[in-house]
Each structure stands twice: as structure tokens, then as C-alpha cells.
């Protein structure tokens, strides 16, 4: 069941910096996350924070270049609330707002939930990048050899959303 009309979307503030840093570092291993060879420091990012009931149950965060609005992290503590569906929603207004062309983000090849999600909300897979994530490590060694469902995780792909 969707409630996303009670959740409130809110900018990233000071007061939830600690906060973005305690779950990145749970979620990705550290605040720091590498897309196609870019480090992107998560704390420092601009971002959304999705809350319910007085309670964080999400965070988007996202990196603009030129036209383009890349979503580099998406959490939802809870699922099938519609946590995740409203910060992309936040993030496609954020981004023609600024008028951008598209809304991108990279996810490796084991993260087949991710795939799932995001084409279901009009993402394509633009672009596959085989071995990518061996740079990456270059970068950042602490991402795992091994992720979901134990799939070596070793290629980035690229999905997109155009925006009118």
C-alpha cells in the first residue's frame, strides 16, 4: 500500500548530516560512493530526506553537471510505502526545475531489486559498463567482491530518464 501523501520530502539540513553519514556508512560502507570513476562524498552532497510520523525513512542524494541530475544515492528504510517512488518524484522536479535533460545513475550488475525498481518508474538502461567496478575499488576498495544473492559484483550500468 502507497501512503506517499504522508510523506514529507525536505532538503537535506544540517541537523541530518549525521544522520545521512550513519546511513551511508551502514548502507554503502562509507560516505563515500564512486560512479564512473567520479567520488562522490555523500555527506557533502545536496539531497532530500523522506519523513513520516516525525521519523527519517529515506534519503535521495544527487550530484548536477550541466543538464544532467545524477542520483547518486537512494535508501528507503521501509518498504512498499512509497518512500523510494516520492524521492524520485522530488528528484525529477528538482531536476527540470534546473532544466535538465535527463536523471541518471549508475548500480552494478548484482543489484537486480534496483533494476527492478527503477524501470518500473520509467527508468531504461542506457549503458552497460563491463569490469567498471574494478576502478572503482582503485577509489574506494571497501565495495565487496560479492553482493546480492552472492553475485560477483564487477559491472556499473547506467539508467536514465529523459525529461521533457
Known sequence: MVHEQTILIQQINLTDRVWVEDLCVQR?????????????????????????????????TYHMF??????????????NLGVGSTLI???????????CRRIWLITTNDNTPALRFYQKRGFIIAAFHRD???????IKPEIPLTGIDGIPIKDEIELECLLN
Open 66 to 79: 550541466r543538464e544532467e541530475f545524477e542520483i547518486v544515492t537512494l535508501d528507503s528504510l521501509e518498504s
Open 28 to 60: 554503502w560502507g562509507s560516505n563515500r560512493v564512486v560512479t564512473r570513476g567520479a567520488l562522490h562524498i555523500v555527506t557533502e552532497l545536496p539531497g532530500f530526506v523522506a519523513w513520516e510520523s516525525g521519523e527519517r525513512l529515506g534519503l535521495l
Open 132 to 138: 567498471a567496478v574494478k576502478d572503482s575499488r582503485i
Open 89 to 99: 518524484s522530488e528528484a525529477v522536479r528538482c531536476a527540470q526545475s534546473y532544466n
